[in-house]
């Protein structure tokens, strides 16, 4: 039986609002003049991330032709083809990622692009686990590690990585694996969610937003789905003076996301594994770059490149943050709070 053509969704206006209609933003080789608009808008097309501080990565790391490299978060790939393009053709770079939706199509893009076997290594894992990879590929001459989140996780809404669109309480950076948001909210106990909140997003109303969710649980109403948990959110801080409270809203949800993507996918413990382990697989005179996007992390970067300088494992590091231009920040505005800091192996 023959089957019945189906016509692609059509949206109403000028613009699709919802992801799944963004048909041409996804599809970023067949429909260049919708991206740049897109870009050109100060917006991250659908499906898309646009790579941040790349000038400074490339200033700082060095590359040259025959040096062995990895990307730590290799994501929609952009980082990666950059770094790549320094090696003109001679030298490796693998590339790391929990998330096996986006690195496959990833990697095909990049070997679409041109970047072979020989040149570029994709690893299905998480660079907590940096030390097995070094054993696998060898030590590095340059490292980045690009800490933030990538645009196709927040924008797709069956991550559940964002607020902002109806999706399941998800937050997983591979969703075939461990425990989803929603999950985490039906058995965490007060405290543990007030210092989930506190600790992972400084939230400062962590208690109200603590006591509401686990007032809706004793219901059997725990959130299921984005849209429930931001309602709950907006429940929670309705004492907030009726002028103040669109705004508060709307920070307390980044912050809430925010504090529970982190304990969904285990991030400081990952990035203290990481940089615990970072001066044992690079190189003398070996380059690492790392891009932070909150204040928790930041804090364990810079103390690691701080003790480990002292301790003599690097030889210098940046005692100050680079942060991307006023210029980027405006095309770019997911670049706005990102921090990028630097350390150098000790030859």
């Known amino acids: 039986m023959e089957q019945e053509h189906k016509r692609r969704v059509r949206y109403s206006g000028k613009y699709p609002k919802k992801f799944e209609e963004k048909y041409k933003e996804l599809n970023p080789e067949k429909y260049q003049d919708t991206i740049q608009h897109v870009i050109g808008k100060g917006s991250t097309p659908a499906g898309m991330h646009i790579s941040i501080c790349v000038k400074e990565i490339l200033d700082f790391l060095q590359i040259k032709p025959g040096q062995n490299g990895a990307d730590c978060t290799f994501g929609y790939g952009g980082h990666t083809r950059k770094m790549l393009e320094q090696l003109q053709g001679n030298g490796h770079i693998v590339a790391l990622d929990v998330d096996p939706i986006e690195s496959e199509k990833s990697k ?14 994709v690893e299905l894992t998480n660079f907590a686990n940096i030390d097995e990879v070094a054993k696998k590929y060898g030590k590095f001459d340059f490292l980045l590690a690009d800490l933030g989140v990538s645009s196709m996780q927040i924008d797709n809404p069956e991550r559940g990585f964002s607020y902002k669109v109806e999706g399941p309480l998800d937050l997983r950076m591979n969703p075939q694996k461990g425990k989803s948001a929603a999950d985490i909210l039906l058995e965490v106990d007060r405290e543990e969610l007030i210092g989930m909140l506190v600790e992972n997003s400084d939230e400062e109303y962590a208690e109200q937003i603590a ?17 429930e948990l931001k309602n709950i959110i907006e429940e929670a801080l309705s004492f907030i003076d009726e002028r103040d409270r669109k705004e508060v809203v709307k920070k307390s949800c980044q912050r809430t996301f925010q504090a529970l993507r982190i304990d969904v996918n285990h991030e400081f413990e990952v990035l203290f594994d990481l940089l615990e382990k970072l001066p044992t697989v690079m190189n003398p005179g070996g380059r690492i770059a790392i891009l932070t996007f909150h204040s928790g992390e930041d804090r364990l970067v810079k103390k690691s490149f701080k003790t480990f300088t002292r301790d003599g494992l ?4 940046s005692r100050d943050v680079i942060r991307p231009s006023a210029e980027e920040c405006a095309v770019n505005g997911r670049a706005k709070s990102t921090k990028m800091r630097w350390a150098v192996v000790a030859e």
């Open 108 to 121: 095909k893009r990049l070997m679409d692009a041109g970047f072979g076997d020989d040149i570029l290594a």
């Open 211 to 227: 006591n509401k969710i686990l007032a809706y649980r004793k219901k059997g109403q725990s959130p299921k789905t984005t849209t």
């Open 314 to 317: 690097y030889s210098d590091y």
